[in-house]
């Protein structure tokens, strides 16, 4: 069997979807119905790779399961999309606040949703890849851990990949359109504040030495020594 995922959504029709979709590609598809299915299935299952959240659930909403995962000790970093008919850029920044790697509008088109899926699966497969240091922070992409003065801080899966980008550029001043496209690795539509909030929950993240990820104002984000 393929690497787990599972898709939490009230409405039957929108797992089965999803879950058809999902298995073409060698996924397999675990569901629940509500957010408390959800997040007992979270755990329960601990090597499920991605969730896939409904915004609007009973019992349960999908920014509540989301917070509770983030909060959790070590599993904190599994990366999960959002589902939402809501589509106020208030909404879709709440989501990201609490740490959404992607967040997909419904409806959507099956195909788009695999393949941000597949996008996020892709780059969160350890590989053999050096270590990564700038001042006080290490960055180790094998085992996905990050040390502040050898402290280790519990990053999301966006927040990762976002540090390990301006740690691979650093004194090079990265736009927030550059940003989306490596980060994100997808054409991104939203709005590049986006980038802004995971920054500003990076830097909260890195404590002192989240104040080396300066902000070039009209353009971006540059990684340099203080």
């Known amino acids: 069997m393929g690497l787990k995922i599972l898709v939490a959504d009230d409405e039957e029709r929108i797992r ?29 299952i601990p090597d499920i790779s991605l969730f896939i959240l409904d915004v609007m659930m009973p019992k349960m909403d999908g920014l509540q399961v989301l917070r509770e995962i983030r909060d959790s000790a070590d ?20 989501g990201f606040d609490a740490g959404a790697d992607e967040y ?16 996020i699966l892709r780059r969160s497969r350890p590989q053999e890849e050096e270590k990564l240091s700038f001042g006080e922070i290490l960055l180790d992409p094998v085992a996905r851990e990050v040390s502040v003065g050898g402290e280790r801080i519990e990053l999301s899966f966006k927040e990762f990949e976002l540090l390990r980008f301006f740690m ?5 001043a ?53």
């Open 16 to 44: 089965r979807l999803v879950r058809d979709f999902l298995k073409k590609e060698g996924y397999e598809v675990l569901e629940a119905g509500d957010g408390e299915e959800a997040i007992n299935a979270f755990y329960e």
């Open 75 to 94: 599993r904190a970093a599994v990366p999960v999309i959002l589902l939402t008919a809501r589509t106020s850029e208030q909404d879709q920044l709440a």
């Open 104 to 119: 997909v509008e419904k409806p959507f088109r099956p195909r788009v949703l695999v393949a941000r899926v597949n996008a």
């Open 168 to 172: 691979e550029h650093p004194g090079i």
């Open 174 to 226: 990265l736009s927030r359109e550059k940003i989306l496209q490596a980060v994100w690795d997808y054409d991104y539509f939203g709005d590049e504040r986006t980038v802004d909030t995971h920054v500003k929950k990076l830097r909260s993240k890195l404590g002192d030495a989240g104040e080396h990820i300066r902000t070039i104002w009209g353009l971006g984000y540059k990684l340099e020594k203080q």
